[in-house]
């Protein structure tokens, strides 16, 4: 597990790779959390706060869903194997992401 400033660090790095460099000023973030990252939303969205004052930060978490490799169904985790085709060959679909979905703001 990465510690929460790595991740918070590696988010931000990210963000001013797609912000101009400058005459922005950024308002808010989306970030979407995928159920399966060992991180709180909660004290990602307090870690973040505390590196971007003033800016709203919104934490999306995004459920774990499993793609069937044999007959493409998409299910839950809990349900796994396919409860279609009982196969257990499947990939993650959702529930691994950590990122900066949306990011808003103004130029000035
Ligand atoms: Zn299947």
Not at 9 to 18: C, F
């Amino acid at each position: 597990m990465e510690s929460l400033e790595a991740v918070v660090e590696e988010l931000l790095a990210g963000l001013r790779e797609q912000l101009p460099p400058s005459g922005f000023r950024l308002d808010g973030i989306e970030v979407h959390l995928g159920a399966e990252v060992e991180l709180s939303g909660e004290e990602l969205a307090s870690a973040l706060a505390k590196a971007l004052p003033g800016v709203e930060i919104k934490i999306t978490l995004i459920p774990s869903l499993l793609h069937c490799l044999d007959c493409g169904a998409d299910y839950p985790p809990d349900e796994f194997p396919c409860p279609v085709c009982g196969s257990a060959a499947a990939e993650h679909l959702h529930g691994q992401e950590l990122q900066i979905a949306r990011a808003w703001g103004q130029t000035v």
